[in-house]
């Protein structure tokens, strides 16, 4: 396995940070922001059921969702009796899966803890899956150090991701001028939607990689502007933008404006019925 030189600290409740601990206290604080189980809900869901069924979860399986958020993942794969924990590093996420879990009577673990120092032995997991999950991890290359060392030999391991050439990846190259500059060493999210980044990442540590490029449809707005504001209330990434250049009446304006023309552009490019096509890509494997 390729070895990562990295600090760990943890934080005052005891959870596992690694890399730098500050930066992953500031990306919690973000997630938290606005109201992503409903983006979850909202957008995300139908992800959920295709990553289940993509790494055959079963009863028989221990499985790991790493960077869970509210369950997208752990409640369908709970559902078909896997022995489920779901993993993420904001709190405030994890208590909205609870709740859902205990309305759809579902068992299943809820931790907090960090993509890039997961608190698990090697080989723990039958299955390792993230969601549009663990892409946001700041540093690619721990994150992916540690999908596959919890995962136990010939284990499966399911990634989904958005694309760079995808709506998420335009929307993030959209809001790019105007949000902080990134920690060093982080790398965009969307490049865990790249094949070849992928790839490299996981190296000759896994078998039998198939990647699959889909699209998910989102019907939720009328236009542009319905995204943009919806995004604006509800997105931590977003979110964060917008408050760092809350004092820039002109750069606000001008986000507003070429994210109201994103969606525009999404909706007149896709099936024509107020329906978008977000890219996503679909990556399976087994531990070597």
């Given amino acids: 396995m390729t070895s990562t030189t990295s600090t760990t600290s943890t934080t005052d409740d005891g959870v596992r940070l690694g890399?730098?601990?500050?930066?992953?206290?500031?990306?919690?604080?973000?997630?938290?922001?606005?109201?992503?189980?409903?983006?979850?809900?909202?957008?995300?869901?139908?992800?959920?059921?295709?990553?289940?069924?993509?790494?055959?979860?079963?009863?028989?399986?221990?499985?790991?969702?790493?960077?869970a958020g509210s369950?997208?993942?752990?409640?369908?794969?709970?559902?078909?009796?896997?022995?489920?924990?779901?993993?993420?590093l904001t709190p405030e996420l994890l208590v909205v899966g609870e709740q859902l879990a205990r309305r759809a009577g579902l068992d299943l673990t809820w931790e907090e803890a960090d993509a890039e120092a997961l608190p698990h032995d090697d080989a723990e997991f039958d299955v390792?899956?993230?969601?549009?999950g663990v892409m946001f991890a700041p540093f690619h290359q721990p994150a992916a150090d540690e999908l596959v060392r919890?995962?136990?030999?010939?284990?499966?391991?399911?990634?989904?991701?958005?694309?760079?050439?995808?709506?998420?990846?335009?929307?993030?190259?959209?809001?790019?001028?105007?949000?902080?500059?990134?920690?060093?060493?982080?790398?965009?999210?969307?490049?865990?939607?790249?094949?070849?980044?992928?790839?490299?990442?996981?190296g000759d540590r896994v078998d039998d990689l198939v990647a699959t490029t889909a699209t998910v449809a989102v019907g939720c707005f009328a236009d542009g502007a319905a995204f943009r504001d919806y995004f604006k209330a509800n997105y931590g990434p977003t979110i964060a933008t917008y408050r760092s250049i809350a004092e820039d009446a002109e750069r606000v304006a001008a986000l507003d404006t070429a994210l109201a023309e994103l969606g525009d552009d999404a909706l007149t490019q896709g099936p024509g019925d107020g329906v978008m096509e977000w890219e996503y890509l679909l990556v399976t494997a087994t531990r070597s």
């Fill in 19 to 67: 890399g730098a601990p500050e930066v992953k206290r500031r990306h919690r604080a973000m997630w938290a922001l606005g109201d992503y189980p409903a983006v979850a809900t909202d957008i995300v869901a139908p992800l959920g059921p295709v990553l289940v069924h993509a790494t055959g979860i079963g009863p028989d399986d221990r499985v790991l969702d790493v960077a």
């Fill in 71 to 88: 369950g997208t993942v752990a409640l369908p794969a709970a559902a078909t009796g896997a022995d489920v924990t779901a993993s993420d």
């Fill in 128 to 132: 390792v899956t993230s969601c549009v």
């Fill in 150 to 202: 919890v995962l136990r030999p010939g284990g499966r391991l399911g990634l989904v991701s958005w694309t760079p050439t995808g709506f998420i990846g335009a929307m993030f190259g959209v809001m790019r001028p105007y949000a902080p500059p990134p920690p060093e060493g982080a790398q965009p999210p969307p490049l865990w939607g790249d094949e070849g980044h992928v790839r490299a990442l996981l």
